[in-house]
């Protein structure tokens, strides 16, 4: 039922305070456009300068240390209790700072599929088309530099920050997530995120969006954010419907509906078929160095994603040579416990999961409850994993210059229309459009109240 706030005369009086002192501080900018760029984002790029974090004074921050002793040096800082948190990635909220050591919150999940995912915030994110869309130009070039524009505008707002109404903040991740599934089944309600059902071309669009992302910041070979390609993997089924993300450890079905879902799924899938298909997009992402992948909430014959050695292992890092983070689909943990039954008890099935090779658990009730000081050794090699790309992506080394919004953007709503009339495609009427007045239709299959 549609719930109405009810105002008191005080509360109709402070907002309208709070409205008048929101126009001073802006005009108190200068004017509503300084040199063409909005106050707004002088005001914001103004606080970010004069407050840019800085490493310093640990000796993680010395860059002149190869890789893997800053990644040591950190980590050995790190307590076992605040490593378990700093691997339960909260959907909204990240994984906690550590204050005492200069440790940010950090959000390993951030949305990007055709844009950064930032709705009604300042700056105003560019929308691209949809990846169905842009796929069907089967121009690498123009996913390469549609790549290039999501990371830029996504740098801005981790090293400036992001203004929602009344909160300025830095947008804190990098790590941009988005969906290279392969689209088989038109019902499949994400078919839209995802570049079709060609492996080939996916898996072109895979390596030229990760490639695009992952460009240096000018004048360093510091990526201006991080790619990560998800679901891993033969994911394209939402099923159910479930009411999502209601309790820690299981989900709820819907009376009366199916219970199958994208949350225990056995996805039965022979060696050729994901070879030649399923495997193919992912492949391509670690052959483009992409630093993250997300494991998906599905079994692949007979085994959870996100607990198969083979999958995130065997062939991601050892025979493809992925050398980035793993986070889960979120509460994929719990998933396997609950849902899939892969181990008897909950710690076994954290521990489990470690072992396979993932890395951060997106919506981290289940985790942080069961993860223990036991499983040490593999929650410390997973936070190593994790933190290395946070290292990569320049966190640690001196803060690059901060460029203004129009030289960021510049060109990008271009590209945008550029990228939509690439991707046009005529189909033939064949006399069903316009659709008749008084049609009357009728929905079928086991989505029909889902989408």
């Given at each position: 039922?549609l719930r109405?706030?009810?105002?008191?005369?005080r509360d109709?009086?402070?907002?309208?305070?709070?409205?008048?002192?929101r126009?001073?501080?802006l005009?108190?900018?200068?004017?509503v456009?300084?040199?063409?760029?909005?106050?707004?984002f002088?005001?914001?790029?103004?606080?970010?300068a004069?407050h840019?974090?800085s490493?310093?004074?640990?000796?993680?921050c010395?860059v002149?240390?190869?890789?893997e002793?800053?990644?040591?040096?950190?980590?050995?800082?790190?307590?076992a209790?605040e490593?378990?948190?700093?691997?339960?990635?909260?959907l909204?909220g990240?994984?906690?700072a550590?204050?005492?050591i200069?440790?940010?919150?950090?959000?390993?999940?951030?949305?990007?599929a055709?844009g950064?995912?930032?709705?009604?915030?300042k700056?105003?994110?560019?929308?691209?088309?949809?990846?169905?869309?842009?796929?069907a130009?089967f121009?690498?070039?123009?996913?390469?530099?549609?790549g290039?524009a999501?990371?830029?505008?996504?740098?801005?707002?981790?090293?400036?920050?992001?203004?929602?109404?009344?909160?300025?903040?830095?947008?804190?991740?990098?790590?941009?997530?988005f969906?290279?599934?392969?689209?088989r089944?038109?019902?499949?309600g994400?078919?839209?995120?995802?570049?079709?059902?060609?492996?080939e071309?996916?898996?072109?669009?895979?390596?030229?969006?990760v490639?695009?992302?992952?460009?240096?910041?000018?004048?360093?070979?510091?990526?201006?954010?991080?790619?990560?390609?998800?679901?891993?993997?033969?994911?394209?089924?939402?099923?159910?419907?479930t009411?999502?993300?209601?309790?820690?450890?299981?989900?709820?079905t819907?009376?009366?509906?199916s219970?199958?879902s994208?949350?225990?799924?056995?996805a039965?899938?022979?060696?050729?078929?994901?070879?030649?298909?399923y495997a193919?997009?992912?492949k391509?992402?670690?052959?483009?160095?992409?630093?993250?992948?997300?494991c998906?909430?599905?079994?692949?014959?007979g085994?959870?994603?996100c607990?198969?050695?083979?999958?995130?292992?065997?062939?991601?890092r050892?025979?493809?040579?992925f050398d980035?983070?793993?986070?889960?689909?979120?509460?994929?943990?719990?998933?396997m416990?609950?849902?899939?039954g892969?181990?008897?008890?909950?710690s076994?099935?954290?521990?489990?999961a470690?072992a396979?090779?993932?890395n951060?658990?997106?919506?981290?009730?289940?985790?942080k409850?069961?993860?223990?000081?036991?499983?040490?050794?593999?929650?410390?090699?997973?936070?190593?994993d994790a933190?290395?790309?946070r290292?990569?992506?320049?966190?640690f080394?001196?803060?690059?210059?901060?460029?203004?919004?129009?030289?960021v953007?510049?060109g990008?709503?271009?590209?945008?229309?550029?990228?939509?009339?690439?991707s046009?495609?005529?189909l033939?009427?064949?006399?069903?459009?316009?659709?008749?007045?008084?049609?009357?239709?009728?929905v079928?299959?086991?989505?029909?109240?889902?989408?």
């Amino acid at each position: 039922p549609l719930r109405l706030r009810s105002f008191t005369v005080r509360d109709l009086i402070v907002e309208a305070m709070l409205s008048a002192l929101r126009l001073l501080a802006l005009l108190s900018c200068g004017e509503v456009f300084v040199n063409g760029h909005e106050a707004v984002f002088v005001h914001m790029e103004k606080v970010a300068a004069a407050h840019r974090p800085s490493c310093g004074r640990f000796p993680w921050c010395n860059v002149s240390l190869p890789l893997e002793d800053r990644v040591d040096l950190l980590v050995k800082e790190i307590t076992a209790e605040e490593k378990i948190a700093q691997l339960g990635n909260d959907l909204f909220g990240g994984v906690p700072a550590i204050g005492r050591i200069g440790l940010d919150k950090y959000n390993y999940i951030r949305e990007a599929a055709h844009g950064v995912l930032a709705r009604g915030g300042k700056p105003p994110a560019t929308s691209f088309p949809q990846v169905v869309a842009m796929a069907a130009s089967f121009n690498r070039s123009l996913f390469r530099e549609v790549g290039k524009a999501v990371g830029r505008e996504a740098r801005y707002m981790q090293d400036v920050g992001v203004m929602w109404g009344d909160y300025l903040g830095r947008y804190g991740g990098l790590l941009l997530q988005f969906n290279v599934n392969l689209f088989r089944d038109p019902r499949w309600g994400r078919g839209q995120e995802t570049p079709g059902e060609s492996p080939e071309l996916s898996s072109a669009f895979a390596e030229e969006y990760v490639l695009g992302i992952q460009s240096p910041i000018e004048g360093t070979s510091t990526p201006q954010a991080g790619a990560s390609c998800k679901h891993f993997a033969a994911y394209s089924f939402e099923g159910g419907p479930t009411l999502l993300n209601r309790t820690e450890s299981m989900r709820q079905t819907l009376p009366g509906q199916s219970n199958l879902s994208r949350h225990n799924e056995n996805a039965i899938v022979s060696r050729r078929d994901f070879a030649e298909s399923y495997a193919k997009p992912f492949k391509a992402c670690a052959k483009a160095k992409a630093l993250g992948v997300m494991c998906a909430y599905n079994q692949v014959n007979g085994v959870p994603s996100c607990g198969s050695k083979r999958l995130l292992r065997g062939l991601l890092r050892e025979k493809w040579g992925f050398d980035g983070v793993v986070v889960t689909d979120c509460d994929s943990i719990s998933d396997m416990y609950a849902l899939q039954g892969f181990k008897s008890t909950p710690s076994g099935t954290v521990r489990a999961a470690l072992a396979a090779g993932t890395n951060v658990a997106c919506s981290p009730g289940f985790f942080k409850k069961y993860a223990t000081p036991a499983m040490n050794p593999l929650v410390t090699q997973a936070l190593k994993d994790a933190l290395r790309v946070r290292f990569r992506l320049g966190e640690f080394d001196p803060p690059p210059p901060l460029p203004t919004w129009p030289v960021v953007s510049r060109g990008h709503a271009e590209l945008a229309l550029d990228a939509a009339l690439q991707s046009t495609v005529l189909l033939k009427n064949d006399g069903r459009l316009p659709l008749q007045r008084n049609l009357r239709l009728a929905v079928y299959g086991p989505l029909r109240n889902a989408t």
